[in-house]
Each structure stands twice: as structure tokens, then as C-alpha cells.
């Protein structure tokens, strides 16, 4: 299993950035996806999830309304498009494989395999 995530970088506030996992080694689409970050002096945090068919997503409250999911299976890639940057969504931002389950709603459970993380810096 390899997770490579790219796209990170400096960005204004209210810009966008558009982060991008390249996966391999595993059947891509019967997987669910995620993105998580973790903030300097925080824990790490699920930001978006999404499931295997792309039918179901989850978004943390912080960045919902500014930050989409996406995947295309026939290319193995998972997309996190991030509008609005905040100073506070500064952060490594790490692609993970995990598994979802549905109980009033979409949840995701993450799994063991991280990519390396990318780093993203919103900054004036």
C-alpha cells in the first residue's frame, strides 16, 4: 500500500490550494478516504472523508462549505480542494485508507496506511 500526497504549499488568506493522494497497491475503490491534518501543537483531526463508491462524504465542522472531496477510481486518486484558506487551517495534511460505516449517517473509521503528509502554510 503507498499513499503520496502533493499540492501542498504557501497560499494568502482566502486563497485555494488543491491537495491530490495518489494511492497504489490495493483495490482503490473498496476503500474510503480520507484527509486528515494535524495543526503545530495539535492533534491529529479528520478534516474529509468519503466513501468508496464517492456517494458519501464527511466534513469537519471547521471547513465545511469551504473544503470538497472527491475521487477518481479509475485513476486511484483522492482530491481535497480547499477554497477559503484560514491562517488556522495551516497544518501537515496527510491522506489516509480507512473504512466507513453507516449509523444515522456517514461515519469513517480510519485505517493504519498514512502517506508521508504535505505540508500547507496560509499566511499573509
Known amino acids: 500500500v503507498q499513499l503520496v500526497e502533493s499540492g501542498g504549499g504557501l497560499v494568502q488568506p482566502g486563497g485555494s490550494l488543491r491537495l491530490s493522494c495518489a494511492a497504489s497497491g490495493f483495490t482503490f475503490r473498496s476503500y474510503d478516504m480520507s484527509w486528515y491534518r494535524r495543526r503545530p501543537g495539535k492533534e491529529r483531526e479528520l478534516v474529509a472523508a468519503?466513501?468508496?463508491?464517492?456517494?458519501?462524504?464527511k466534513y469537519a465542522d471547521s471547513v465545511k462549505g469551504r473544503f470538497t472531496i472527491s475521487r477518481d477510481n479509475a485513476k486511484n486518486t483522492v482530491l481535497l480542494q480547499m477554497n477559503s484558506l484560514k491562517l488556522e487551517d495551516t497544518a501537515v495534511y496527510y491522506c489516509?485508507?480507512?473504512?466507513?460505516?453507516?449509523?444515522?449517517?456517514?461515519?469513517?473509521?480510519?485505517?493504519?496506511?498514512w502517506g508521508q503528509g504535505t505540508q500547507v502554510t496560509v499566511s499573509s
Open positions: 468519503i466513501a468508496g463508491a464517492g456517494g458519501s462524504t
Open positions: 489516509n485508507r480507512g473504512s466507513g460505516y453507516y449509523s444515522g449517517g456517514y461515519y469513517y473509521t480510519p485505517g493504519n496506511f
